[in-house]
């Protein structure tokens, strides 16, 4: 695992932040501690399939994925968020979006991430978006089972064969498939076909 660790006198509040480059880690480190000063302690990571570990073990209020659909490919981030989810983890999640896919926020919002935003990222910005508001609306989360299907579904499986991945009834997936649906507000499983090929060929490049 490959993380920084930075401690700016006695912190109040602690931040995850996902970003593989480190030319722009060093530009949201001096935004945060420009606007947060010694009340803020920043744990930085390179790595996506470490995200669940790295969280669990240092406790984070707040989880900024700074570089999705770009440098932190979905379908690996949506695994670790899954692992969040099933480990009831409380924390704030933002994600700075590079990408704007045909119901991808929703997608990301129904594994658990609270606030999605995307444009220009100055200091504001991320002072508004790194803290949780009380009265935002929380968003429909995925089961764990509806998570696990939705994974499958995305990656291309049909339902017949992700019940026997699953060793479920076909009709139990099937209905996982049409409750997550109505959850990411697609009409029909092409929808979340057409957004896993979408997401398949970006990490292919």
Not at 54 to 69: C, F, K
Not at 119 to 124: C, L, T, V
Not at 183 to 198: I, P, Y
Request: charged share 20%; aromatic share 4%.
């Amino acid at each position: 695992m490959s993380f920084l660790m930075e401690n700016t006198g006695t912190p109040v509040r602690s931040i995850l932040v996902l970003e593989p480059y480190d030319i722009t880690w060093l530009g949201i480190q001096q935004m945060l501690h420009s606007t947060l000063g010694n009340r803020v302690s920043l744990i930085r990571l390179h790595d996506t399939d470490q995200l669940a570990e790295t969280a669990m073990r240092h406790q984070p209020e707040v989880i900024l994925l700074s570089a999705v659909g770009h440098r932190t490919e979905v379908l690996p981030l949506l695994q670790q968020l899954a692992l969040l989810l099933r480990a009831h983890k409380k924390v704030h999640i933002a994600a700075y979006l590079r990408k704007d896919l045909p119901h991808l926020a929703d997608l990301l919002q129904a594994f658990g991430v609270n606030t999605l935003f995307k444009g220009p990222m100055d200091e504001a910005v991320l002072a508004h978006y790194l803290v949780p508001h009380g009265k935002a609306c929380q968003p429909v989360l995925l089961t764990h089972q509806e998570c696990n299907v939705a994974q499958a579904l995305l990656t291309g499986k049909s339902v017949t064969r992700v019940a026997q991945l699953m060793h479920k009834d076909i009709r139990t997936i099937s209905a996982h498939k049409q409750a997550l649906l109505g959850k990411l507000n697609m009409a029909s499983r092409g929808e979340l076909q057409v957004l896993g090929g979408r997401l398949m060929a970006d990490e292919a490049r």
